[in-house]
């Protein structure tokens, strides 16, 4: 197939295009390499794609609505996996205007562009931060999501908005995914997993957010490759006897999936298995909690599987490993 891959140079965006290059598909990457992170990080991932003679990349802003158009007029696409997005949660307190521009006229961009060309299926990145101070454990599509506490949660629960009103009135088969707290090889600098082992590596503090009682459903790379590659071939169908019964029920050809582990593990016992794999002792600098920041997230992966026979597999430990040993070798530490 002809896939068009939005973020292409970010972490997820590199690995799923990595993959389904080597599944022989054509991959046309785009990106903006923003520099929200180190560029360079950026550049390497697609450097690392240019063994793939199938894998083409365009730096192109999605909020630039003429490029975006021109590149949806020049070719089609069999699937578009929309993973471009101005992401974190704290940098949306200081930096608001940019999460507007890429995560809500992006999208719409990358709706319009769907819509021009009756793409067969849009998959895109929506959050487990959707859910916001939810206490309903395991957090479920099915549960009612409309408190979001940061703006870019706000973004990401627009974006499934957004998406279903396509879906609706233009007949889009849309499927949005809900990641949980991703890590693994060539992951982002801002978050938990890579500021915590470049610390432990250089001997310096951890800053330890809520005073360590914060929970995530870490979930490793590559399950989240093998969750979207599987989804894309799960095109959801308009179906006018579904009733709305639930947040993640629609007539529409819409359909939401979390993609999380499914087991909530505390931030201190990640810390902990980062000491136990690097063979060092985290010096820990206790902060209070991070407006914005969710304390605990969890994922129902019950619908994942039922969608496509796959839930997550790798624990932590494991996960941990796989990443340090990528990071020294990268870094060279
Ligand atoms: N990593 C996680 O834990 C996680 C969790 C939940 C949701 N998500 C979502 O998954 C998607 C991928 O996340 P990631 O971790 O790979 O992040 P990332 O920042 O590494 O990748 C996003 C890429 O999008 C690009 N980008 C940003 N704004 C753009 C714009 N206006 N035009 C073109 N390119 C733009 C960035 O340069 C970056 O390379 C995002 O939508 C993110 O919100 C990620």
């Known amino acids: 197939m002809n896939i068009l891959i939005t973020g292409m140079a970010g972490f997820i965006g590199h690995a799923v295009a990595k993959r389904l290059a080597a599944d022989g598909h054509t991959i046309v990457g785009i990106d903006n390499l923003n520099d929200y992170y180190d560029v360079a990080l950026k550049q390497a991932r697609l450097d690392d794609l240019a063994a793939y003679p199938n894998v083409r990349f365009e730096c192109i802003d999605l909020a630039d609505q003429a490029a975006m158009q021109a590149l949806f007029a020049g070719e089609r696409f069999e699937r578009v996996i929309h993973l471009a997005a ?132 870490f979930t490793y790379i590559d399950d989240i490759v093998e969750g979207v590659v599987r989804i894309q071939d799960v095109i959801p169908q308009a179906d006018a006897e579904r009733q709305a019964t639930a947040p993640d029920q629609s007539a529409a050809p819409f359909a939401l999936y979390n993609i999380g582990h499914g087991s909530p593990v505390a931030l201190m016992d990640f810390v902990r298995a980062l000491e136990r794999v690097t063979g060092r002792t985290a010096q820990c600098d206790y902060q209070p909690m991070q407006p914005g920041d969710v304390p605990r997230t969890w994922a129902d992966t019950e619908a994942l599987f039922e969608a496509v026979d796959y839930r997550p597999a790798v624990g932590v430990e494991e996960g941990v490993a796989r990443f340090v040993d990528w990071y020294r070798a990268f870094y060279q530490v």
């Open 86 to 217: 101005q992401a974190g949660v704290r940098y949306s307190l200081d930096n608001p205007h940019v999460y507007a521009q890429s995560n809500l006229v992006g999208h719409l961009n990358v709706l319009e562009g769907c819509r021009q060309q009756q793409v067969p299926h849009l998959v895109y990145a929506s959050s487990s931060s959707v859910y916001g101070q939810n206490a309903h454990v395991p957090f479920s599509t099915a549960d009612a999501v409309d408190h979001p506490i940061s703006l870019y949660a706000a973004t990401k629960k627009s974006n499934e908005l957004m998406t279903h009103s396509y879906a609706h009135l233009y007949d889009i088969p849309s499927t949005g995914l809900r990641f949980f707290t991703v890590y693994g090889p060539w992951g982002r600098p801002d978050m938990a997993m890579f500021k915590f082992t470049r610390a432990i590596l250089a001997g310096e503090p951890l800053p330890i957010f809520n005073h360590g009682e914060l929970s995530r459903d």
